[in-house]
């Protein structure tokens, strides 16, 4: 039997397991298949000018792994034929009876049964070549296990919350540290800049949460993992941690608008959350809010200060709109068109700035919560215009109901110019 040598192979797949966060079975499975293609390199290459092989031809040749006598072994499954040695045409495959019964000794042996042979090369033979091949296979297939692994483990984890640890900072995106559970090891994930939040400061080794956005299934440099503190859906799962009612389905997340990038530093960032619940003793803004705050802030803290507005949700759009201008009071909200969702509020002279928002961001938040176009004026200022109207209306009303003209006197011919005017017709013959 022909072993060939791998000092410290287990002291080598120990150190693999750790490094990549693997099972030792995982790595051992990587090992064999890359071994095959390192003997599939050996033969290619011995075997150049006189075969050549095809892409399915090594599929039938396995590593037998020693971790005790730190080696392994390359076997093979050949058919028995009853062909003469030098008849056979693909050695790799078939055997000939009288060489199995020469080897084993055996008489019970029929054609067509298979057999496992030892094909391993001897170890002068194996080659550099093959050798470099089979570091490279392995290495690709460990990053492969590792990223099956890693969709097996988060990819039922995506959009929910996970405690996140700063490693280090690659260009604009920072390179952080998740783990699916108490107990299992950190993997990394990436948090691009364009899923950051502009009052985030970012140490190394500082702490925070994240949502886990999306897990990356095709092959690609860098991290599988994308996380956000951008996305709305954070504060979606922080409220649900914080609020019991929430989690226990009595109060209802219905809809959330979330600005984390504001067009201007000088506008910080903001979100509204609209609840609703079904039990008439539970107010669902004041679950959400806390004893003296306490639930809402803990979300606040969480997101740097970030301003939440908690909202009533209402089926009549109205009283909806109304509630997702706050914290301004509204006087009234005019339905303008309900097809193309058009409508108009109207507020104090005191409230107009704070409806508005500093450069439009609470109406801008308030418009994608309702899924309403929503137009704000001046109470005072819409009855002067509305009362202007009305005037102009009933002048117009005035001006069409004017008396009938008759003529005077003066508008009459005279009968000097009715003669002349008879004496002017040209006479018929």
Request: contains cysteine.
């Amino acid at each position: 039997m022909t072993l060939i040598s791998l000092p410290g192979l287990r002291d080598t797949l120990e150190q693999i397991s750790q490094q990549y966060n693997l099972p030792a079975s995982a790595v051992e499975e990587a090992l064999k298949e890359a071994l095959v293609k390192g003997y599939e390199r050996f033969r290619r290459t011995k075997e150049a000018n006189r075969r050549q092989f095809s892409e399915e031809h090594f599929e039938n040749f396995n590593v037998h792994l020693d971790i005790e006598e730190e080696g392994f072994q390359i076997i093979t499954t050949k058919t028995i034929v009853d062909r003469n040695k030098e008849d056979i045409e693909d050695s790799d495959r078939e055997i000939s009876l009288q060489e199995v019964q020469d080897l084993v000794g055996e008489s019970d042996i029929q054609v067509g049964d298979t057999v496992t042979v030892d094909v391993t090369p001897e170890q002068s033979d194996f080659g550099r070549m093959a050798a470099i091949q089979t570091k490279q296979v392995l290495l690709q297939k460990l990053r492969d296990r590792q990223r099956k692994l890693i969709q097996d483990e988060f990819k039922d984890l995506e959009n929910t919350v996970l405690q996140a640890r700063v490693l280090r900072f690659e260009r604009q995106s920072v390179i952080v540290a998740v783990s699916s559970g108490l107990g299992q090891p950190e993997v990394e994930a990436e948090l691009p800049k364009r899923e950051q939040l502009p009052n985030d400061t970012h140490r190394s080794n500082s702490t925070f949460k994240v949502y886990l956005k999306k897990v990356r299934e095709t092959p690609h440099r860098g991290p599988q993992l994308i996380v956000s503190r951008a996305a709305a859906g954070l504060v979606v799962e922080l409220f649900s941690n914080e609020v019991p009612e929430i989690e226990e389905e009595i109060v209802r997340i219905v809809a959330v608008a979330r600005e984390a990038r504001p067009p201007s530093r000088y506008v910080g960032v903001r979100t509204k959350i609209a609840v609703d619940t079904l039990e008439r003793d539970v107010d669902p803004v004041g679950a959400c809010i806390g004893a003296r705050g306490s639930r809402i802030q803990a979300v606040v803290n969480e997101l740097r200060g970030e301003k939440i507005d908690v909202i009533r949700w209402s089926p009549d759009p109205a009283t909806y709109i109304a509630n997702s201008l706050s914290p301004a009071r509204v006087d009234k909200v005019l339905l303008v068109d309900t097809e193309e969702k058009q409508s108009l509020v109207l507020v104090a002279e005191d409230q107009l700035s704070l409806a508005i928002g500093k450069e439009g961001q609470n109406v801008r938040l308030a418009a994608r919560i309702t899924g309403w176009k929503i137009d704000i004026k001046d109470s005072a200022t819409y009855d002067a215009e509305k009362s202007a109207d009305s005037e102009i209306e009933a002048d117009l009303d005035s001006a069409d109901e004017s008396t009938e003209i008759t003529p005077t006197e003066t508008d009459l011919p005279s009968e000097t110019e009715a003669s002349e005017a008879k004496s002017s017709e040209p006479e018929t013959t």
